[in-house]
Structures are given as C-alpha cells and as structure tokens.
C-alpha cells in the first residue's frame, strides 16, 4: 500500500526556517519523483519543488534560492528545507509521488495533476 506521511510544519516566524520531511512506504524513491505542493487559504494549489533519485530539482521561481529539496534513499524520505520564510509562505504543504515511467516532456515536473499519490498535508504558518 502507497503511503506519504509528511510532517515538520509548525508557525515560524518571517526569516525562520522549517524543514519538511516526507516519508514514502509501498514503494521505493528510485522509481519515482517526489513533489512538494502547497495550498494558501482562498487560492489553488501550486507546486513548489519536485525531487527524483537522479538527484535533479526543479523550484518554483518563488522559492528559488530560499527552499532546497533534497533526499535519502535510506530512510525513503523527501525533505523541503525552507529558509527565509515569507508570511506568502503560509499554507498546507503536501508532497506527492509519480512513478516516472508514467511521466514525458518537461511539463510534469509542478503540475499537481501529474501526480498519482498524495499525503494528507501539513500546515506552516508564518507569522510574528
């Protein structure tokens, strides 16, 4: 059975950092890519970073230089490490999971309808 477990969210302060961990069962991070979402109140969800085993990212340009994604085989877990956090920052973040013998072209990478599995989310808040 697929499963993502996200967790590490919590309110931080504007300029803090979180670390986000997401952990995959059922399947193996080899075969698959790994993306972050995320959902602010009223607006619809955006993709944030995308991860394979290759060790290629792709960012959204809003998160660029702030946010790094990164992986351990091991442990079959995705981080988000975020650094330099804005209150637009603020929303439910969810990870997500494609086997990539189902993707094609360049398009996929942050579209969240390109995605077969889903975690239920975690919220961070960024606030004074």
């Not at 059922?26 to 619809?44: D, H, M, S, V």
């Not at 650094?83 to 942050?110: F, H, Q, R, V």
Request: aromatic share 12%; with cysteine.
């Amino acid at each position: 059975q697929v499963q993502l477990v996200e967790s590490g969210g919590g309110l931080v302060q504007p300029g803090g950092s979180l670390r986000l961990s997401c952990a995959a069962s059922g399947f193996t991070l080899n075969n698959y890519a790994i993306a972050w979402f995320r959902q602010a109140p009223g607006k619809e969800r955006e993709g944030v970073s995308c991860f394979d085993h290759s060790g290629s990212s792709k960012y959204a340009h809003f998160v660029k230089g702030r946010f790094t994604i990164f992986g351990d085989n091991a442990k079959n877990t995705v981080y988000l490490q975020m650094s330099s956090l804005k209150p637009e920052d603020t929303g439910i973040y969810s990870c997500a999971a494609i086997n990539l013998l189902l993707t094609s072209g360049d398009t996929w990478y942050l579209d969240p309808d390109s995605y077969t599995y889903w975690g239920q989310g975690t919220q961070i808040t960024v606030s004074s």
